[in-house]
Every structure is written in C-alpha cells, then in structure tokens.
C-alpha cells in the first residue's frame, strides 16, 4: 500500500484553510477560460490565446488533484489533452470544440459548487462530455450530447407533492432575505438547478420585495441546506420552515392546489406547540419549526469561520497595490532628498524641523515595510500544496514517499509565489514519478522502501533558493543521450555532466515511456525553465545515479525597496544590496596578486578570492588621476565570495529599485536603477551575475 508522510514545519497544516483560496482561483479561471473561449478566432488562432485557455485548464487540474476533487481534476485534464493538441497546431479548432469546452466549464462550475457546499450526494455523471472531448482530441466528430431528461417543477394544481417526493424528501418554506440584491435569492435557485439530486424550488408569492419565499421539496437537512445557502447570503438571512406532515384527503386534492403543490400541511410532525389547522387547512406561522442558522456546533464553527473570514480579509486588485508601493516608493525618494539636503543645518536653529525630518524617515521606513508585507506570502503556502499531491501520486504509483518540508516561513512576493507555483509542481512530480523507485527495488539497492523528497526555501544573498531533491535513482546521463541523439540533437559522450542535464531542458524532450497524467504531457522541464526565466530566475540540476537528484531554483528578491550600500567609483555611484555584502577593508597593491590571464586574487585571511575592478567592468571614465580604488566590498552569492574594488564608500540607506529592463534594455551585472537623494541615477549591482563572471 502505498504511504506519503511530511515532516517539517508544516507537518500539521491544514489543507482546508486553503479551499476557499482555491475555489476564487478556480472561479476566476473559469470566468477568464469562458470568455477567451468565446473570443477566439477559429480561422486565426495565436498561439497566445490557445496558451491561455491551456493555462486556465491546467491550473484548476493542478488545483482540483492537489485538494481530491477527482471528478473535476479527471474532466479537467480531458479539457487540457483537447487543448494541449490544439496550441501545438496538431489539430484545427472547430466550433464543436468550443461549444464542449464551454460545456465542460459549466460542468466545473457545477462540480466545484458541490465541493464547495459539501454535497455529499453522487455527482453528476461527465462521461458524455469526457466522450466527446476524447473524440475531438483524437480528430473525430463526436455524436450529439445525450441531454439528460431533467424532471420540470411541477405546476401549481399538481398531484401531492407527498407523492412524487423521494423517500425522506421534505417539503420546506425558505424564506431568504432582506437581501441587497435579487442576484443572491436567484443564486440559491440555481443551486438546485445545477445540484443533482438536491431537490426541487418553486417561487411562492410574498408580500415584501426585498425577501423572497420559495417552497423547497428536498431530503438535505436544514444544516446542509444552511451550509450551501451560506456562501451566496448570510445566515441570518435564511429561515426555514419544515412543514412536511402527511397530507389528508381534504388538502391534497386540486380544489387545495397550493397545499397540494407546496407541502402547506398541519399538524407537521415533531414541531412543537402545532396548532390545529384553519379553515383552508394551512397551519398558523408560529406553529412550523423555524430554524435560523444552524443547529449543529460543527456547522456553527463552520459559520462562525467563514465570518470572520469575510470580516478580516479584504480582495484588492494586485494593480492596486503596486500603485501603493510606487508611491511609497516615491515618498522614500522624497525623504532622502530632504535629508540630504539638511545635513548642512544648523541643528541648533533648526531643531524642530531636523526632528521633524528624523520622524519622517522613521515613519517612512515603518510605512515602506507594511506596504511590502501586503504582497509578501510565505512559502508554506506553495508547499502545503503538495502532501495531497504527493499521497496520490504514490498511491498511484505503488510507491512509498516522505515529504519533508524545510524553509516555510521564507518569504516572497505574491507575484512570484503564484508564477513559481506550477514549476514548483512539475518538479515534485517528475521527483515522485521518475526519482523515486518503487519500494521492492529501493529494498534491493539496500535503500530505505521510502523514498524522500525535501521541498526547502532560504534566502542566500539578494535571492531566495528553493529546492526539489529527491534520493531515487538519479538521472541517467546514457539515457539522456540516447534520446538526445534519436531527436537529432547535437551531443557527444565528452560532455560535461552539467551539459547532459541541461539537455532536459531542451522543448519537448521527455524520457517518459508513456503519457499519463503524471508525466510525459509536454508540459515538460522547457516550460519549467521558461517560466523561471521569465522571473529573471535560474535553474541547474545536480545528479548522481543511483542516489538522487536536486533542482535548485533560484528567483531574485525583485522587491520595490531594499536596503542598500552605495560605493563610489570615478564619479559615478553604485548600489550594493545590503545583504550581499560581507565585509569591507583597505587593500594595499602588494595584497592582490595577478594569476593567469590577467585575473587577480586577494588573500583574505587565509581565503584567496577573486577581485573586480568595478572600474574595468563598467568601463569608468577617471578625471581626478588622483583618486585611486584601493577598499575592497567582500559580497557573497551561493555560498561563492568575491572582492569588489572601488574608490569609497559612500553610505547605507534605502533604495527604490526602479526596473531597468522594462525602461530601457537588460544590461549585464546590473539588476536595476535607483534615483539618489540629489537626483542622480545609480545601477544596482547583480551580485549573483558578478559573481559568476569571476568563477568562470
């Protein structure tokens, strides 16, 4: 059988906590899916619009697996194989395409409604659409849907609702309001519309406008009823009137059509204090059982917990919020300004106003980071992602799987958490699917039957380094060739060990036997590496057979505001993140020796280190032949330590990291640009880019 555990940190997360984040995804996914559906072009599609749709599939898949929902995951990754062929060109798009996929949407929706109300009745059948999106996939025509045959509410002068109730069906009066907007009453019909299985609604004429009244038949309990009610209206809002008692002859005949239709019966068993019917046969108001808001302790937990979620949380547009950090970012400049230019005051004259300054800088700085705290998102949100993953995966492996976790509480921006998370699961995937061995061969190699795979975040220098290491098999550098070489690749046995393993990163290239859903879908180690590339981020890959093997992703801290160091070199200045560097000293000639080529090494006690002349590198104009560089800024990256030479320090503050890339082109060795206290404009060093120009 198989077995996943998770040690770490996270051990005791919660999965729960994240379906309500999951289920806004997954709605905006379907919004956002629907309408590109809807504006695609047949005869022109681009590549970006295919690209798109795929994507919004692929992310509920990924979602939808990661929480259990099977049935929306299974009719996902159909919707994903039907439009994975058509991005890669292999088919044309046709109308019926369209027309099953929008279905499949609405079917989402339907299945992801149930998840969320926690129905637990069978769900509604998806083969026919499953059938469908098969035979398109395959380039066949499929046949006309099988539209199911669902039942109409029955009209007013209808035979006994009793009679064509399910067994333990209720007839119920819901009365929902007041309500701000007649789109949440209509909501709650729709459940019944879209649950199959939940029972039947019918409108019932009411007096005030703003609550509308429905006569409900449905064997769900008020508590399950409440729980579904209760993400389209407030609780407090719901009332429900159980008046379910067999019908006499005299009420259930069609002179009596509206007790016949809707269940208006007296004597309702089990409601206490039940008067005796009037003279139309329906029971006063206050003798039916009324229930507002649920009776049971869990579900009021429940409630009492979606409250205070609604209560303490707010959803603001990401756009928003970065408009608030470039004002921020703003305001920093401003500051600097001002108190560079108040550093030749009189502190005696002008007391009040330099206080006032230090206020201002201490106040700016406490704003600045509560502005970046808003966007920033610990990685045990990504990571808690994959324990379920990894239980299924084994179980569908047969393979027994340890999840450690390690680095939770490290921090990083929601844009690069919600960008990292889809590599960040192909990656484990590929280590549970191709990594680990299946136990009886790990038991042979003398290994342990469970196999481990660690997830771990830290923060090295200006970057954060999250890791994917696995202790299976390791990848096979023939393997990798072999299938190199049938793809017409240009390799050769002299190539490094490093060279073999980036070839897995070539498009398209897989070692996978068979496509399933765990691998071999093309969504493959390109589409990993494109992504984190497009975070100005790197991956590298370290192996060995037979023993394991480790992806490291490394993702700059692209923070709007950071600490900084700035040395000046020439006339002009440049910024050091703060956290790169290590230390500082005054270097004499005789200290820096040159070696091969020109390179030149500084002893630093007892560690020799390479040495860069920022002058050199960025080609410095001199005016002043006087001035010379003789400090060394000793900055570190990945563990790898260099010496940078400039002519002076200059100060440490705050910085605004202005992108240079988007304003202007990529430079190498620089990260980005700053404006100083005095106007001026410095380059922000790429440590991590400086770094390995030194070592290679």
């Known amino acids: 059988m198989a077995e996943v555990h998770q040690e770490g940190a996270g051990a005791d997360f919660d999965l729960s906590q994240f379906y309500q984040i999951f289920f806004e995804e997954a709605a905006e996914n379907l919004d956002q899916m629907e309408q590109m559906l809807l504006d695609l072009d047949l005869q022109q599609a681009n590549d970006e619009e295919l690209n798109g749709i795929f994507r919004c599939a692929h992310s509920i898949k990924g979602g939808a697996a990661t929480f259990g929902f099977a049935d929306v995951a299974e009719l996902t990754h159909q919707m994903e194989s039907l439009l994975d062929r058509l991005r890669r060109h292999e088919l044309q798009p046709i109308p019926q395409m369209v027309d099953v996929l929008l279905e499949s949407a609405d079917a989402s929706r339907s299945l992801l409604a149930r998840h969320q109300s926690g129905a637990q009745d069978e769900s509604p059948s998806t083969a026919d659409l499953v059938r469908r999106i098969s035979e398109l996939a395959a380039g066949q025509v499929p046949a006309e849907p099988v ?7 029955a009209p007013a002068p209808a035979a006994p609702a009793a009679a064509a109730a399910k067994p333990g069906a209720r007839s119920l009066q819901i009365r929902i309001g007041p309500v701000e907007r007649m789109e949440q009453a209509e909501a709650i019909k729709e459940l019944f519309r879209d649950i199959q299985g939940l029972g039947t609604i019918v409108d019932v004429p009411g007096d005030n406008p703003a609550v509308r009244v429905f006569a409900v038949e449905t064997s769900s309990t008020d508590n399950d009823l409440l729980d579904l009610f209760a ?10 009137q159980d008046l379910s008692a067999p019908a006499t002859p005299a009420t259930a005949t069609e002179d009596n059509p509206a007790d016949g239709a809707f269940g208006f019966f007296a004597d309702a068993p089990g409601a206490p204090g039940s008067k005796p019917a009037n003279a139309l046969g329906a029971i006063e108001p206050s003798s039916a059982v009324t229930r507002i808001a649920a009776a049971k302790p869990a579900a009021e937990a429940k409630a009492g917990s979606q409250a205070q979620m609604e209560s303490n949380t707010i959803r603001v547009s990401v756009s928003k919020v970065d408009q608030l950090i470039n004002l921020v970012g703003e305001l920093v400049i401003t500051q600097a300004m001002l108190a560079q230019n108040s550093r030749g005051l009189d502190p005696a004259v002008y007391q009040q106003l330099l206080a006032g300054l230090a206020d201002l800088d201490r106040n700016t700085r406490d704003l600045q980071e509560s502005v970046m705290s808003i966007r920033m998102i610990p990685m045990s949100i990504v990571f808690s992602r994959f324990p379920r993953m990894l239980r299924d995966l084994a179980n569908k492996l047969g393979k027994k799987v340890e999840l450690v ?3 939770e509480a490290t921090e990083l921006d929601k844009g690069l958490v919600e960008k990292i998370t889809d590599p960040l699961t192909h990656l484990v995937r590929n280590s549970g699917d191709h990594g680990i061995e299946m136990p009886a061969e790990r038991l042979a190699k003398g290994k342990s039957e469970h196999g481990t795979i660690t997830l771990s975040a830290s923060h090295q220098g200006g970057s954060i ?3 994917v290491r696995d202790d299976g098999r390791g990848l096979s550098r023939e393997k990798i060739l072999n299938k190199a070489r049938e793809q017409g690749m240009d390799v050769s046995d002299q190539m490094s060990d490093q060279d073999v393993w980036q070839l897995i990163f070539a498009p398209g290239f897989s070692t996978a036997e068979t496509v399933t859903d765990v691998s071999g879908r093309g969504v493959g180690m390109d ?11 790197t991956v590298e890959i370290d192996s060995s ?3 394991g093997t480790k992806v490291s992703v490394r993702l700059p801290l692209t ?8 040395v000046g070199v020439g006339d002009e200045v440049y910024i050091l993140p703060l956290s790169s560097v290590v230390e500082s000293f005054q270097v004499n000639p005789d200290d820096v020796n040159t070696v091969a080529q020109g390179s030149q090494l500084v002893k630093v006690r007892e560690e020799y280190m390479p040495v860069i002349a920022l002058e050199k590198v960025f080609e410095v104009p001199r005016f002043d032949m006087d001035k010379s560089s003789n400090i060394m800024v000793v900055v570190e990256d990945d563990g790898n330590r260099v010496a940078l030479l400039v002519d002076e320090l200059l100060g440490q503050h705050q910085v605004v990291v202005k992108n240079l890339e988007s304003n202007y082109r990529k430079v190498p060795n620089v990260s980005g640009a700053t404006i100083l206290g005095d106007g001026r404009v410095a380059l922000i060093l790429d440590i991590g880019g400086l770094v390995r120009r030194a070592r290679h």
């Open 147 to 153: 539209k199911p045959q669902v039942a109409a509410p």
């Open 231 to 240: 993400f389209h209206v407030a609780k407090e809002q719901i009332q429900i």
């Open 405 to 407: 976790t390690l680095g």
């Open 465 to 467: 380094v999250i890791e």
């Open 527 to 537: 589409v990993v590496k494109r992504n984190i590339a497009a975070l100005n981020g």
């Open 545 to 547: 057979e037979g023993y």
């Open 559 to 566: 923070l709007a505001i950071m600490d900084g160091m700035s």
